[in-house]
Nanobody, 129 residues
Framework: QVQLAESGGGLVQAGGSLRLSCAASGRTFSGYSMGWFRQAPGKEREFVSVISWSGGRTYYTNAVKGRFTISRDNAKNTVYLQMNSLKPEDTAVYYC??????????????????????WGQGTQVTVSS
């Protein structure tokens, strides 16, 4: 079992920044690709970003490219999402997820929710205009 706990959400004005953290506990953190998803009210959960288990590969949805940066510290069992130039449309609950099915060290990025088998509880990000 892997337990994931997100933190760092909050209320920010448009153009501002937030840094989300996701701390993992339980089974070893290494070997998993780690992703971030988000879900806005009335919308389906959508993929945001993923990072390979080594941290050497990353992938982003087009809506956040150039604004968000995913990173991980395997020694701390933590993955981060630095969000800059935030927009009101970034408002959502943000979830981190771990995939034991894909290390993402090669091949295509795991960008679908069904490719992840552990999920955090989510953290709210609200961007005011």
């Amino acid at each position: 079992q892997v337990q994931l706990a997100e933190s760092g959400g909050g209320l920010v004005q448009a153009g501002g920044s937030l840094r989300l953290s996701c701390a993992a506990s339980g089974r070893t953190f290494s070997g998993y690709s780690m992703g971030w998803f988000r879900q806005a009210p009335g919308k389906e959960r959508e993929f945001v970003s993923v990072i390979s288990w080594s941290g050497g590969r990353t992938y982003y949805t087009n809506a956040v490219k150039g604004r968000f940066t995913i990173s991980r510290d395997n020694a701390k069992n933590t993955v981060y999402l630095q969000m800059n130039s935030l927009k009101p449309e970034d408002t959502a609950v943000y979830y981190c997820a771990a995939s034991t099915m894909s290390t993402y060290e090669s091949g295509s990025a795991p960008a679908n929710a069904y490719e992840y088998n552990y999920w955090g509880q989510g953290t709210q990000v609200t961007v005011s205009s």
